[in-house]
């Protein structure tokens, strides 16, 4: 009996052990439960204020953008002396030395607010090439199969008639998840993706075996340029002189000498001009090289044709590269410019070209072949821009990018989302940290 009763005793000491073990076990569960859950939690607020931060960095490039772009535009290009520094002596001239271009240091400055910082670039979306206006030409100087130029053409063209190694709906509805080709232009180059022969390698990779007809150089920084470095789908420039006053537009019904007077031309140029579209009967000229071209013409004519007239209706114009701001690879994919002439430009970017007839001064770009091949593919300002922002709150980042559109001095957001690469700092070629550190005015 006493044997039995010290087994009963052992068999009640184990079931408590065995039971306290238990215990332990749930409680150590739900500890560790409650701590992923604060973890959780943590990493949630930490997101949520690293995207305020960014957000708070894109209501810096908008004020950024206001003060310089939006006051030249306002200013009308006068020179007024309301308008800020950090701009050219023309203030309709949108150019690298510019407040709005110089912001944030391209990334390598950080703006501490609190307990959350954020580092900002502003780009100008006239400094690449506009996808939905760039020829098949332009688009063979990409880094580019031919399949992709056609996919890209039939893609953005209207009519069902594929191009020998493109795609229309025939193709499209075919796939496991069917859909129709858009017929019209790009509106992200995120939607490169629905194109057939497109890859999110081939857009934001470095390329790789392309069968491009011409090697482009590296960018500034040295990085390979991608297509998303290149490229883009919204780019306007105003169709505006040096002044600020509207182009004249010489497919306008009954042109006249006085009309083009007040464009600078003398009257014996102005009549040439108006002679010419005169025999036109009504059909609207595509370029301005033919007014170019035109004998007799003064040297003062052909400046005031590149400052003072436009061939299209509107006060903007799209698809137009700023020769402030353009790389070299990307001055590189337009007709007859060759490395040298492109490299002359960007040289001239530190002085800026204030008007388009600044570019007569470029070697290989005087009144000639080129510049007729080139002569409506440029501009010296802009009106949209590109915003790359990183908000950071301890170690969690938020990356955004943004596109601002800037029309009667007053930017505006168009879109804006989160990058989906965690790499996004080296894909735009900043350094993994910034060189300063700059603390916002009550905000310690």
């Known amino acids: 009996m006493k044997l ?142 031919a399949e992709q130029i056609d996919c890209l053409l039939d893609w953005r063209e209207a009519g069902q008639t594929p191009r020998s190694q493109g795609a229309k709906d025939s193709y499209y509805n075919g796939l496991q998840n069917p859909y129709n080709t858009a017929l019209r232009r790009l509106n992200t180059l995120d939607e490169l993706l629905l194109v057939k022969g497109f890859t999110p390698a081939d857009v934001y990779d470095v390329p790789s ?96 044709i590149l400052d003072g007239l436009t061939i299209a209706n509107g006060n903007r114009a799209e698809g137009r590269v700023n020769l402030n701001t353009a790389s070299t690879a990307v001055l590189e994919t337009l007709p007859g410019v060759t490395a040298d002439v492109a490299q002359a430009i960007v040289q001239r970017q530190t002085q800026g070209f204030t008007k388009l007839s600044d570019i007569l001064s470029v070697p290989g770009l005087t009144n000639g072949p080129v510049l007729r091949q080139v002569i409506d593919s440029f501009s010296v300002s802009s009106s949209t821009f590109i915003v790359r922002l990183i908000g950071e709150a301890g170690p969690t980042q938020v990356a955004r990018e943004a596109t601002i559109d800037v029309q009667s001095g007053t930017p505006e957001v168009l879109t804006v989302h989160d990058e989906s690469f965690p790499d996004m700092p080296t894909r735009w070629g900043w350094q993994p940290n910034p060189s300063q550190n700059t603390v916002i005015k009550g905000a310690q």
């Open 4 to 145: 039995h009763h010290r087994r009963g005793r052992g068999s009640v000491f184990v079931l408590t052990l065995a039971v306290l073990a238990g215990v332990v076990a749930v409680v150590v569960s739900i500890a560790a439960t409650q701590h992923l859950a604060f973890k959780a939690q943590s990493n949630r607020s930490a997101a949520r204020r690293a995207k305020l931060a960014a957000d708070s960095a894109l209501q810096r490039a908008l004020a950024s953008l206001a003060q310089t772009v939006g006051a030249g535009q306002s200013a009308g290009g006068t020179g007024a002396t309301s308008a800020p520094t950090g701009r050219t002596s023309s203030t309709t001239a949108v150019t690298l030395q510019d407040d709005w271009a110089t912001l944030g240091n391209n990334g390598d400055e950080r703006f501490v607010v609190g307990t959350v910082s954020y580092r900002i670039q502003i780009l100008d979306s006239s400094s690449r090439l506009n996808l939905n206006t760039a020829s098949q030409a332009e688009l063979q100087k990409l880094p580019l199969t």
């Open 209 to 304: 075996n392309q069968s491009s007809t011409a090697n482009l150089p590296d960018l500034a920084d040295g990085r390979t340029p991608t297509i998303a470095e290149l490229a883009t789908t919204y780019s306007y420039v105003p169709q505006t002189q040096s002044n600020g006053q509207a182009r004249v537009n010489v497919n306008q019904p009954n042109l006249t000498a006085p009309t083009l007077a007040r464009a600078g031309f003398t009257n014996g140029d102005a009549t040439l001009i108006v002679t010419f579209m005169n025999a036109q009967q009504g059909r609207p000229v595509g370029s301005l090289a033919p007014l170019l071209a035109l004998p007799n013409l003064s040297p003062t004519a052909v400046r005031a």
